[in-house]
């Protein structure tokens, strides 16, 4: 009578699966790779690297619900504006200086919806790159 040995469990682990898994999906993105249409860079051209940035205008908006109007590039000084107001002045100054932000500081005790309610005021009325400017923790 023959014997016949016990057969013991395979301690290695199947990888070929994986593999299979991988290579589909290698094909896949291969296929679909010229289907992305890449985002176009663009590239600094000759003399626009020398301009240095210009300061924002800072819009602050005090608990008050005052809006006062501070200009980073110019001498820095404050002045009291209404909405209505404030849409052209900011219009007149960023047609004098072609890509100079906005910023809006809140006052600490304003609700959030007070802040968003002037950043919307402010794109309708067609003033480019606004956005909103914060304090670190100290």
Do not use: K
């Amino acid at each position: 009578m023959i014997r016949q040995r016990p057969r013991r469990a395979m301690s290695q682990m199947n990888v070929v699966p994986y593999i299979d898994v991988m290579l589909v999906l290698l094909v896949i993105f291969m296929a679909t790779a010229p289907f992305l249409s890449p985002s176009q860079v663009e590239l600094p051209r000759m003399g626009q690297g020398s301009s240095s940035p210009v300061g924002p205008l800072e819009v602050v908006l005090r608990s008050d619900a005052s809006l006062m109007l501070r200009d980073r590039a110019a001498d820095g000084h404050e002045e009291a504006f209404t909405e209505g107001r404030l849409v052209a002045e900011l219009r007149a100054r960023q047609a004098a200086r072609p890509g100079q932000p906005v910023v809006l500081a809140g006052d600490r005790n304003l609700r959030y919806e007070q802040v968003m309610r002037l950043m919307d005021l402010l794109q309708r009325g067609g003033v480019e790159r606004i956005g909103l400017l914060v304090q670190p923790a100290s």
